[in-house]
């Protein structure tokens, strides 16, 4: 987390993809560092457990808010 807001303040896209767990520690991270409108999208915990079906799903559903987040938020 605190090398995607380190590479953001440095003019580079970034994003942070997290599962579901670790919301709380997302957030509290980006505030902690004056950063609470930094942009993580979270996937559904476990993914180790997934089949590759249910990957691909997860992957095409966030494709477009993390290049959302990359390149047009900019």
């Known amino acids: 987390m605190l090398d995607a807001i380190y ?8 994003t942070v993809l997290i599962t579901t767990p670790f919301q ?4 509290k991270t980006a505030v902690n560092v004056g950063r609470p409108d930094f942009a ?3 996937v559904e915990h476990p993914v180790w457990t997934r089949d590759d079906a249910w990957i691909a799903a997860a992957a095409a559903k966030l494709a477009d808010p993390i290049r959302k987040n990359l390149f047009i938020a900019r």
């Open 7 to 14: 590479c953001s303040e440095m003019g580079l896209p970034s």
């Open 40 to 42: 993580v999208q979270v």
């Open 24 to 27: 709380t520690l997302a957030r």
